[in-house]
Nanobody, 127 residues
């Protein structure tokens, strides 16, 4: 079973940048497509971005497209989320998770593979 630990969150001004990391334990990490999700207070968890097991294919929510970049280093068992031009509406707790991808055409075809979520990392954006 893969265990996931997110880090890198913090307080940043609008327009600033943060880089989130997700460290995975387990030998099979490199076999999974991975995703980032976020949940703001009072809202449901939503998809942010996903990346294939090779790193060659990515998908983004429209709200972050062009500002966020997902990447992975399978040698380090780590997935990253580079967040630029942050907006107050990006404030949330961010989680990484293995994902099942029915198609890479859009976020609606990408769902979490597990209900076992980590503690997440909180991102706060001041206006």
């Amino acid at each position: 079973q893969v265990q996931l630990v997110e880090s890198g969150g913090g307080l940043v001004q609008a327009g600033g940048s943060l880089r989130l990391s997700c460290a995975a334990s387990g030998r099979n990490f490199r076999l999974y497509a991975m995703g980032w999700f976020r949940q703001a207070p009072g809202k449901e968890r939503e998809f942010v971005a996903a990346i294939s097991w090779t790193g060659g294919t990515t998908c983004y929510a429209d709200s972050v497209k062009g500002r966020f970049t997902i990447s992975r280093d399978n040698a380090k068992n780590t997935v990253y989320l580079q967040m630029n031009s942050l907006k107050p509406e990006d404030a949330a707790t961010y989680y990484c998770q293995m994902v099942t991808v029915k198609s890479w055409v859009g976020p609606e075809a990408i769902v979490p593979s597990s209900d076992n979520w980590g503690q997440g990392t909180q991102v706060t954006v001041s206006s």
